[in-house]
């Protein structure tokens, strides 16, 4: 399928595991892809990743700063002439894993400002751009089953993405009702199979399987959600297939929510 082809996607946190994910796919679609990071790509590793597909394109951008997502968007419509898709991926977890009522001021603060504000402004950044086009845009938003439900030690990041859930809704039902061809969703994933989720699974269960082993029991399919599994979803969600569809919540999580 060439779902993309001609059509310009910034992706926020792109040189992530999911961020890169997220890139291949839509590039296998025809995409051009625009990575928004603030790291810097390792050449030989970027270029055994993405192969023979089309590299994507880096620009800077510190989500939780509105100067950097301006001159982030301007760099892209400059070099592309539209933005068609925005992801905004970009996210983190606590630092430590603490009680409710012992986490710090200033580490709640800073995942807010990193999953609330830097979703807050790609939204207004993105709408502004896209709104201004005939064909209106797409934006897909990264939440997390973390929002629907309580946690023992991460409720910084739950409370900040439950912020998205809602946030998601207050964009796309403005820019429906504005007549801006805007539509805005988001995809919830379950524990994804990641770097920084294995890393701290490893650690919690002791060797690489037997954290394998605790995430398949956690999923009534028995199986674990890939960064190609959320790929897949923002690929429809982004798409014209979608087209009807805006303020919708897509949990990817093995049935883990309904059990």
Do not use: C
């Not at 897909?140 to 629907?148: I, T």
């Not at 969703?185 to 394998?212: R, S």
């Amino acid at each position: 399928m060439k779902r993309f082809e001609s059509k310009t996607v910034l992706i926020s946190g792109g040189l992530g595991g999911m961020g890169m994910a997220i890139a291949k796919r839509l590039i296998s679609e025809g995409a051009n892809v625009v990575l928004g990071d603030l790291a810097t790509p390792q050449a030989e590793e970027f270029a055994a990743y993405f192969g023979d597909l089309p590299h994507p394109q880096v620009v800077q951008l510190d989500v939780a700063n509105e100067a950097s997502w301006q001159a982030a968007l301007a760099d892209v419509v400059q070099r592309h002439g539209a933005l068609d898709v925005l992801v905004n991926n970009a996210g983190v977890v606590m630092r430590a894993a603490l009680p409710f009522d012992e986490i710090p001021l200033d580490e709640w603060q800073r995942v807010f400002s990193i999953n609330v504000d830097g979703v807050f402004l790609g939204l207004q950044a993105a709408i502004r751009v896209m709104k201004a086009s005939a064909h209106g845009g797409s934006i897909v938003n990264l939440g997390s089953v973390a929002s629907r439900v309580g946690s023992k030690d991460a409720g910084a990041y739950g409370a900040s993405k439950a912020a998205v859930t809602n946030m998601t809704k207050q964009a796309a039902l403005s820019a429906a009702r504005h007549g801006y061809k805007v539509r805005v969703n988001a995809v919830h994933p379950g524990n994804v199979w990641t770097p920084l989720v294995e890393n701290k699974l490893i650690t919690q269960y002791g060797n690489h399987e037997a954290a394998k082993q605790a995430v398949r029991a956690m999923n009534p399919m028995g199986d674990i959600v890939t960064p190609d599994d959320v790929a897949a979803s923002i690929a429809f969600l982004a798409s014209d297939d979608a087209r009807m569809i805006t303020g919708a919540d897509l949990v990817i999580d093995g049935g883990r929510l309904i059990q």
